[in-house]
């Protein structure tokens, strides 16, 4: 912004000096509105980078559009490109754009539309664009992303230009036709098939590269909203905390895409809108003075721009209608998208369990839970259908009286022969565009309060994610060093405060097999989280040995949806053990027969049994071969000859492995060395301070 600032400034001097000296007979508001745009640009350092680049691209504008005048003065361009060069009023236009545009960015509303959009117009990582004949070019995004902005906008300046020249056209050509002046007919019918064709040409592709915007802005959002929740466990913790934090997958897949495409819309058609109403107010105050009568003994043409005060006191009428009758809207498409989220989790839960619940005989359950869900959806469409309804009534209604609602004002004046065919269809094409463009608000209520509940979930999404970023207070602390797992003074708590284990001492050495035992429900579990460093709640430290990888299987594994080569080697990537190993870890935990079927696509957690899943996730800690591992029931589905088998494979394949359980069978405690208990006390569960480590018989 600096660097524009800095040449709007230097020119408006220029100008000033010019017209001081009488160099150049351009007016004096042109130099002064120069400075002005330098003001703006400089101030608008202040506001979001996407608001920094409208800003920018306005200024630019307008300097050219200035230099355009000053060489035109001095005689460079051909004259009979006079009627399509921008004129001394039409300078204006950016200025007062721009201005406009700063102080929209100081409302609410805005500024968290910007601080949703910025992060990509400031993206930095690099970007290829795909050029004709095969050329490609490597950016940053950001560069990109302000090229694309920037071309967008030329584009919706040269459509307003062609819609300019085809509301002149609309005269001319009706006037021939009333005329019957066949000569000058046909060629107003070449100059509107020229006119025409450049305009199919710019609308195909503004909607293209709007598209292409689009995808590129929701890719780049997509991986970054992505990388947020998938780091660092924060997806985990704001499935404790947050209120705003429902239905994440909605967020990132419905609301990203509607959030990128419908900022894009609204603003090219807000900017479109602006430009139209600008150039064809200019219009229509000069055609305002055409129409000469009286109503009720009053003089109409008395009042400058007659015809441009009742496009404005139209429109004003519908958009405060519009906006008292559909405001209700915002609130039911929020509360309509996590209905629908809802319910569409509902049905994926029940997918996933479809073998418990039908084992349970839980049907009539899930019927009864899944109507209940798809009830608040009905309840909540028929709101919807409510006001949009009574919206429409309203929208419907003033649409119609817009298309005849200039030929009523226009009619005296025609009927009284003051004005040909030509005239009274340029004006009232003129009267339409600033209708339509003052109506945008109306036209787009619904859109809007759509995109009002989006830019909401979005925030609120981001909002959380950044909050569980940072460690509560007070919180677990987790650090690296020595040789040895330390847990000191500490105390694991509900997010709510209320405890759940303590611990004020217990040290695990590098080798140690340990057995955690105690009453269900006395918060081994959450223990073995904090070790892991995904449970923040609480207070004290876990000290983990430098170095080491950690290794933690639950009860219930998870696997991803693919191959099940990859299902064996997850976290790890493809590709990083080989096919050998793989069937070697499979036949160690007795899953011989999943040997042949690595290639295999499918959701495994639905096709294989509980003991199997505990099987095939044991395979994994053999391949992955982790410093310590820690055992969360993670053999409570398999038979005590079969768990025996596995502990002995962990011993035979990890021998440098610590390892940690949990676990209630009596029969474990043959495969550790010492016992870890925890019992119930004054203040809830808690491992005694003095060391309750039972020593047991080596197995």
């Known amino acids: 912004m600096l660097p524009i600032a800095a040449v709007a400034g230097i020119a408006g001097i220029a100008l000033g000096g010019a017209w001081s000296s009488g160099a150049l007979a351009v007016p004096p508001y042109v130099f002064l509105l120069t400075l002005v745009a330098a003001a703006v640009s400089y101030f608008g350092r202040s506001a979001g980078t ?102 967008l906008l030329t584009i919706n300046i040269a459509q307003v230009l062609a819609t300019v020249l085809l509301n002149q056209w609309n005269n001319r050509f009706y006037t021939a036709l009333q005329e019957r002046a066949e000569a000058t007919f046909w060629i107003e019918l070449r100059f509107f098939t020229i006119v025409a064709f450049l305009w199919v040409v710019l609308a195909v592709y503004e909607l293209y590269l709007t598209q292409y915007t689009q995808i590129r802005w929701r890719r780049w959002l997509t991986g970054q909203l992505t990388e947020h929740w998938l780091t660092g466990g924060v997806h985990y913790r704001m499935r404790l905390t947050g209120s705003q934090t429902d239905n994440p997958d909605q967020r990132i897949a419905e609301d990203v895409r509607m959030f990128t495409s419908t900022t894009l819309e609204l603003m090219i058609r807000f900017f479109s809108a602006v430009l139209t109403l600008y150039s064809f107010v200019l219009i229509l105050w000069g055609l305002s003075t055409n129409f000469k009568y009286q109503v009720a003994g009053f003089n109409l043409e008395s009042v400058p721009g007659y015809l441009v005060w009742a496009a404005l006191i139209f429109a004003v009428i519908g958009t405060v209608f519009a906006h008292l009758i559909g405001r209700a809207l915002i609130l039911i498409n929020f509360q309509r998208q996590r209905y629908e989220a809802d319910f569409r989790f509902s049905l994926v839960r029940v997918r996933e369990n479809d073998e418990q619940i039908a084992l349970l005989k839980g049907e009539d359950a899930e019927r009864a839970g899944l ?52 005239a009274l269809t340029q ?27 989006v830019i909401d979930r979005l925030t609120g999404f981001n909002r959380t994610a950044a909050a569980v970023q940072v460690p509560p207070t007070p919180a677990i602390a987790t650090q690296t060093a020595g040789e040895a797992l330390t847990l000191t003074d500490l105390a694991v708590t509900l997010p709510d405060g209320k405890p759940v284990v303590t611990a004020p001492s217990l040290t695990v050495s590098r080798g140690d097999r340990v057995l955690v035992t105690g009453p269900s429900g006395s918060g081994k579990s959450t223990l073995f989280r904090a070790l892991a460093g995904i449970w923040p709640h ?38 990083d053990y080989s096919d050998a190993d793989i ?70 394949w990890l021998p440098d492995t610590t390892l940690v359980s949990i676990g209630h069978r009596s029969t474990l405690a043959n495969f550790h060395d010492r016992r870890v208990h925890l019992s119930p006390g004054d203040n809830g569960i808690h491992v005694a301070a003095d060391a309750p480590l039972m020593l047991m018989a080596k197995a």
């Open 50 to 151: 996407l608001i920094r680049a409208i800003i920018g691209f306005l200024v630019v504008w307008h300097l050219a559009a200035v230099a355009i005048l000053v060489v035109n003065q001095l005689g460079l361009l051909r004259p009979e490109l006079g009627p399509y060069l921008p004129t001394s009023a039409s300078v204006l236009l950016s200025v007062i754009f721009a201005v406009v545009v700063f102080g929209l960015s100081f409302l609410g509303t805005i500024r968290q539309i910007t601080r949703l959009a910025d992060p990509y117009f400031e993206a930095r990582d690099k970007g290829v664009v795909a050029l004709p004949f095969g050329l490609r070019i490597s950016l940053q995004e950001r560069y990109i992303a302000h090229g694309l902005l920037f071309v």
């Open 427 to 453: 004006t009232a094409g003129a009267f339409g565009r600033v209708e339509n463009a003052l109506s945008l608000f109306t036209n787009l209520y619904g859109s809007l309060a759509d995109y009002k509940s």
């Open 538 to 575: 609480g207070s004290g430290s876990v000290t983990v040995p430098s170095g080491a990888s950690l290794m933690l299987l639950p009860q219930r594994p998870y696997f991803p949806v693919g191959t099940l080569r990859d299902a064996v080697s997850y976290p790890a990537g493809r590709g």
């Open 371 to 422: 109507a209940r869900r798809f009830g608040n959806i009905v309840s909540n469409w028929f709101d919807y259908m409510r006001y949009t309804k009574r919206l429409t009534w309203f929208t419907a209604f003033l649409n119609q009286t817009s298309i005849i609602f200039p030929y009523v004002i226009l009619a005296p004046a025609y009927f009284s022969g003051a004005v040909q065919l030509g």
């Open 583 to 652: 069937v070697k870890a499979l036949e160690a935990v007795k899953l011989p027969g999943l040997a042949g079927r690595l290639d295999e696509e499918a959701s495994w957690h639905m096709i294989l049994s509980g003991g199997e899943q505990q099987r095939l996730a044991m395979a994994r800690a053999l391949l992955c071969k982790p410093d310590w591992l820690f055992l969360d029931e993670a053999t409570a589905a398999i038979d005590e000859a079969g768990e025996a088998a596995l502990y002995n494979t962990i011993r035979e």
